[in-house]
């Protein structure tokens, strides 16, 4: 069973993560947010996202690895600003800022909102924090592991 929220100002990511405990036989719920990185969706376990705040400027770095944008000012901090996508951003989107990591965000073109679904066995991940894709509702999502993005 997943229940959908939908994710606007009005709801913040804390009350997101309060809706449901459990599913009905006792089985533990996993909190996932979901977003999308070019034409991509990615899931992330809710509990590692500290804030979601609209972009403003990422600053460019000379000669950044794959997949790094630059970096972003999040409430204050400096942030290094990852990209999933294969597609570069489109426009202005959402930072997703990272609380396993208080130097990490990820960009996000689209955040769609909180999934909550059944525990996934655990997803093999690949050096730039990808997984195998895991089905939630009718959609194939890529379940992010922030502590394989960037060597963290």
Same mark, same amino acid.
């Given at each position: 069973q997943i229940s959908w929220s939908i994710f606007s100002p009005a709801n913040t990511l804390?009350?997101?993560l309060a809706l449901s405990d459990e599913v009905a036989g006792g089985e533990v719920e996993r909190s996932? !947010?979901?977003?999308? %990185?070019?034409?991509?969706l990615f899931a992330i376990d809710a509990?590692?996202?500290?804030? $979601?705040?609209?972009a403003g400027v990422t600053v460019p770095l000379p000669y950044p690895p794959a997949?790094?944008?630059g970096i972003a000012s999040v409430r204050g901090s400096m942030r290094l600003v990852v990209c999933l996508g294969t597609e570069p951003p489109a426009g202005r989107g959402r930072l !997703?800022?990272?609380? %396993?990591?208080?130097?990490l965000a990820i960009f996000a073109d689209r955040v769609i909102g909180? $999934?909550?679904?059944g525990a996934h066995g655990?997803?093999?991940s690949t050096p730039d924090g990808r997984s195998t894709p895991i089905r939630i509702g009718n959609r194939d999502a890529v379940l992010?592991?922030?502590?394989?993005?960037?060597?963290?």
């Amino acid at each position: 069973q997943i229940s959908w929220s939908i994710f606007s100002p009005a709801n913040t990511l804390e009350s997101l993560l309060a809706l449901s405990d459990e599913v009905a036989g006792g089985e533990v719920e996993r909190s996932m !947010l979901l977003f999308e %990185c070019g034409s991509e969706l990615f899931a992330i376990d809710a509990a590692d996202v500290d804030a $979601v705040v609209e972009a403003g400027v990422t600053v460019p770095l000379p000669y950044p690895p794959a997949g790094v944008a630059g970096i972003a000012s999040v409430r204050g901090s400096m942030r290094l600003v990852v990209c999933l996508g294969t597609e570069p951003p489109a426009g202005r989107g959402r930072l !997703l800022a990272l609380s %396993c990591d208080r130097n990490l965000a990820i960009f996000a073109d689209r955040v769609i909102g909180v $999934v909550s679904a059944g525990a996934h066995g655990e997803a093999q991940s690949t050096p730039d924090g990808r997984s195998t894709p895991i089905r939630i509702g009718n959609r194939d999502a890529v379940l992010v592991d922030p502590a394989a993005l960037i060597g963290s």
